[in-house]
């Protein structure tokens, strides 16, 4: 008796399945949480080159940016709602669209101005204290980065390390965070903007002031918006998610022909942190 039929079954059910297991992806994705790896220095000390996170879709609502490829099958937003003082967010980058990650500090209406390194809101300035500093390993073909050289001491192993100086910051909501500040940053020709010296800005209605926590190496609000720079002031429909928790990180290590160095790799004290 020929097993053609059963085979053509198994098959078919194979299909089904891969099907069904892609619509729940599809909207796991789109509505309720979606992935973000971080490539950059700004949101240093909390979030790290080679840091892996999940954003949660939910908090600011639904629009066609919280679809796969931003398919237009949700006309404007749907479960709107403004993001509060502190969130750390994914947004699209009003100019170019690349997704970026940066921390919410300027509402609609508020004036935000950076004197002499220190942010102020609305005329006051928020609390910056300084605390310990975040200690990093130096890498071999960056040491502590271009023009840090200075923060490089020598660890209890034998080599070196980066000694960065940091701060803790408390906005008016009593969200507090750790920021970096290296000292004066140097004023912007290009951009005709001094990152910790600034004009005030006044944010309008349906946008936000972003910034990165690493201070002096931040494209942000600070800067007009342009493709690949400054994201200027950002419009609330650009929100995508809010950054949850961290499900995986490494230092840069690994080699993805090499299995064993996923494992040693891996900053495991990172795995599975809040955000």
Request: glycine share 10%; charged share 20%.
């Amino acid at each position: 008796m020929s097993d053609k039929p059963e085979k053509k079954e198994s098959l078919g059910s194979f299909a089904i399945f891969c099907l069904k297991l892609a619509v729940i992806v599809l909207v796991f994705r789109s509505f309720v949480f979606t992935s973000f790896n971080i490539p950059s220095e700004s949101m240093m000390p909390r979030l790290l080159v080679g840091d892996y996170l999940f954003a949660a879709k939910w908090p600011y609502g639904y629009s066609s940016r919280s679809l796969p490829y931003n398919v237009p099958l949700i006309p404007g937003r749907i479960f709107a709602s403004t993001p509060e003082r502190g969130d750390i967010v994914i947004f699209e980058h009003p100019i170019d669209g690349t997704d970026y990650i940066k921390r919410v500090i300027g509402l609609p209406g508020d004036q935000i101005q950076m004197i002499g390194g220190v942010l102020h809101i609305n005329g006051a300035a928020v609390q910056k204290d300084r605390i310990e500093d975040l200690v990093l390993p130096t890498t071999v073909d960056k040491g502590c980065g271009s023009g840090r050289s200075h923060f490089t001491q020598p660890s209890a192993d034998g080599g070196f390390e980066c000694h960065f100086p940091q701060f803790r910051e408390t906005l008016p909501n009593g969200v507090s965070y750790e920021v970096l500040d290296f000292g004066q940053a140097p004023f912007s020709r290009e951009w005709n903007v001094s990152p910790d010296n600034t004009d005030t800005y006044i944010v309008p209605e349906g946008h936000l002031f972003m910034m990165g926590d690493n201070r002096d190496n931040s494209l942000d609000s600070r800067f007009p918006a342009a493709a690949g720079n400054g994201v200027g002031f950002v419009p609330e429909e650009n929100v995508i998610a809010r950054a949850s928790f961290m499900y995986f990180s490494t230092d840069g290590h690994a080699d993805w022909i090499k299995p064993w160095t996923w494992f040693t790799a891996a900053r495991w004290g990172r795995i599975g942190r809040g955000i």
